[in-house]
């Protein structure tokens, strides 16, 4: 397995950085090309994708270094404009990599739809009976798509909120759970919600509304852990018990302040939407899936001043079977 430590990689010449990328990921010369910025996406593609087109805009796209992740190495590749943040990723990775690198995993891969039923006298019988139906709803469901489900995902559970006090008067709403595989879920799960209207609509004696998709994806999550000795975070005078205690003050400043929650998550979120957007992700969703909370995303701790912990989770916010692999080893 490649090493993803490559010292002094900033100071190399620009063709020797490419040349070592593309040994490393073992990429075609067609993939070098695109890299290169020589080929890859053209202007007549980018009309047929979105209205008013006039023209491309490119980012530059950095490697972060020295990361290993569940005890395999692997290159970051991250498309952004803001100088630091890669070098910044890669001083990270350096310091975690210490303590044995990353521990990531994720949830199974749920998404959830909504289903809006109004005009509903009692909001209480109507939540029972959509729970009392909840094994022919699901069936249903699982009807809408047999690729889906030959790949394992498919309808998963239900959950119902009563909401009786909105500006539009009471209503119900329907949660279908429901594991899309490694589809971001939009066109799946939209179109189970349609599939179950009608049913949905039989069993309340309501009337459907919205019936949709939710990016707030409180299912669907990417977890990471690092810990990193002290040791590794001393420098010049000071010891790294002392960097341990100031870190784990400034995300406390974070966890009780929301005018530094703001700031400390926009550091976060420089380097999760560099990936985002690199891989076609969807760096609105990451934004939103934040919901009202500001909080930090990461939190770190000690338990004994001598190492640092540092764990995060957020939701993913790509579609992994489009992704391809620089991030690869």
């Not at 020295?66 to 190495?73: E, K």
């Not at 630091?84 to 521990?103: D, E, I, M, P, T």
Request: hydrophobic share 45%; glycine share 10%; net charge negative.
């Amino acid at each position: 397995m490649p090493s993803s430590r490559a010292p002094g990689f900033y100071n190399w010449p620009l063709e020797d950085r490419l040349k070592w990328v593309v040994e490393w990921a073992n990429l075609t010369e067609e993939e070098a090309t695109i890299l290169r910025g020589e080929a890859g996406f053209p202007l007549g593609q980018a009309d047929r994708m979105i209205e008013n087109v006039v023209g491309l805009h490119a980012l530059p796209l950095g490697i972060a270094l020295n990361f290993r992740v569940n005890g395999r190495d692997v290159l970051v590749p991250m498309a952004i404009e803001e100088p630091s943040v890669v070098a910044g990723a890669s001083f990270a990775a350096k310091l975690a990599r210490a303590g044995g690198g990353f521990h990531a995993e994720t949830t199974p891969p749920e998404m959830i739809g909504q289903i809006q039923v109004l005009d509903l006298p009692d909001l209480e019988a109507a939540r029972e009976a959509v729970l009392a139906a909840r094994e022919r709803i699901l069936a249903r469901a699982d009807e809408v798509d047999p690729v889906i489900r030959r790949l394992g995902g498919g309808a998963r559970d239900l959950e119902v909120r009563p909401l009786p006090d909105t500006p539009a008067g009471p209503m119900l709403v329907v949660h279908l759970i429901y594991d899309c595989r490694d589809a971001m879920g939009a066109n799946a799960v939209n179109t189970a919600c349609e599939a179950l209207a009608p049913l949905i609509e039989e069993i309340t004696g309501g009337r459907v509304g919205l019936r949709i998709l939710s990016n707030l994806a409180e299912r669907r999550l990417a977890r990471a852990e690092c810990t990193i000795p002290a040791d590794a975070l001393a420098f010049d005078d000071f010891a790294g018990e002392r960097v341990v205690q100031g870190i784990v003050e400034a995300w406390a400043f974070a966890a009780t302040d929301p005018y530094r929650a703001a700031t400390h998550n926009k550091g976060i979120l420089n380097g999760v939407d560099a990936i985002a957007i690199l891989e076609g992700g969807k760096p609105e969703i990451i934004v939103n899936a934040e919901g009202e909370r500001i909080t930090p995303s990461v939190v770190a701790f000690t338990e004994d001043g001598e190492r640092l912990v540092g764990t995060i989770a957020r939701l993913p916010g790509v579609g992994d079977v489009r992704q391809r692999g620089l991030i690869a080893g």
